[in-house]
């Protein structure tokens, strides 16, 4: 059986304004990670939200590309091609996987998001290479790849920064999809507090936005944050 949401998560929140972005980090891999290598979803129900297009052929993996070994890319390909035969993922994939993984929250906003993340063209669906990409940029990039990936995340509309109706929406995201799994229970007044406190800590202009510059700066000089970065290096 899916490792639950609430399993994973509940025991790893923090309680200080970092808490934002280190929930981000864990939360938006495990599934994803049960997933494709678990491979315990209803094969069937995903199917049916794939795009049927055609069964792709071996896929040429640019291995320079990624930081996965050419072993563990194979091992990741025939996850994938095992969960999405069609050779894409769309969103609405994204969607049941999380719901599946949180089926006691509303996990759909937060599986949107994640997915704009992953869909760097735009194009509305998944290649393996896209999917891989990202994977790797998260679970084997630097430092700075990661808070990049992380900063993106956050920048909605991708325009270069971070404003307080952004954050607030991703972190309302995340509490619906798994909030009522903490204890004591996290209300909208206690996700609005964290973006406060993320924004006095990051906001250094106090011009009422983050730029790249100012969460990277903010980000690497805040050891909670470095020490959630680095977990990834013994979890993954």
């Known amino acids: 059986m899916m490792m639950s949401g609430s399993q994973t998560v509940s025991l790893l929140l923090p309680a200080d304004e970092a808490g934002g972005l280190y929930i981000l980090m864990l939360v938006s891999l495990f599934p994803l990670y049960y997933w494709i290598l678990k491979a315990e979803s209803?094969?069937?129900?995903?199917?049916?939200?794939?795009?049927?297009?055609?069964?792709?052929?071996?896929?040429?993996?640019?291995?320079?590309?990624?930081?996965?070994?050419?072993?563990?890319?194979?091992f990741l390909y025939r996850g994938f091609k095992n969960e999405c035969p069609s050779g894409f993922v769309n969103e609405k994939v994204f969607k049941l996987i999380y719901s599946q993984f949180f089926?006691?929250?509303?996990?759909?906003?937060?599986?949107?998001?994640?997915?704009?993340?992953?869909?760097?063209?735009?194009?509305?669906?998944?290649?393996?290479?896209?999917?891989?990409?990202?994977?790797?940029?998260?679970?084997?990039?630097?430092?700075?790849?990661?808070?990049?990936?992380a900063f993106n995340f956050y920048d909605l509309d991708k325009d270069g920064f971070i404003t307080r109706k952004e954050m607030m929406n991703v972190m309302k995201?995340?509490?619906?999809?798994?909030?009522?799994?903490?204890?004591?229970?996290?209300?909208?007044?206690?996700?609005?507090?964290?973006?406060?406190?993320?924004?006095?800590?990051?906001?250094?202009?106090?011009?009422?936005?983050?730029t790249i510059e100012e969460f990277m700066e903010s980000c690497q000089k805040d050891e909670n944050i470095m020490r959630s970065m680095r977990l990834f290096d013994s979890v993954f």
């Open 42 to 74: 209803p094969e069937d129900e995903l199917k049916d939200f794939s795009f049927v297009c055609h069964r792709p052929e071996l896929l040429e993996i640019p291995q320079e590309e990624t930081k996965f070994s050419k072993t563990e890319l194979q």
């Open 103 to 149: 089926p006691q929250g509303d996990s759909r906003v937060y599986a949107h998001f994640l997915f704009e993340a992953f869909d760097t063209n735009r194009n509305g669906c998944l290649s393996f290479q896209e999917f891989v990409a990202g994977l790797s940029l998260i679970l084997r990039g630097s430092m700075y790849d990661r808070l990049n990936w």
């Open 173 to 210: 995201s995340i509490y619906d999809m798994m909030g009522k799994y903490v204890h004591p229970e996290i209300n909208e007044e206690t996700a609005r507090e964290h973006v406060e406190n993320f924004f006095q800590k990051m906001d250094r202009d106090r011009d009422g936005v983050i």
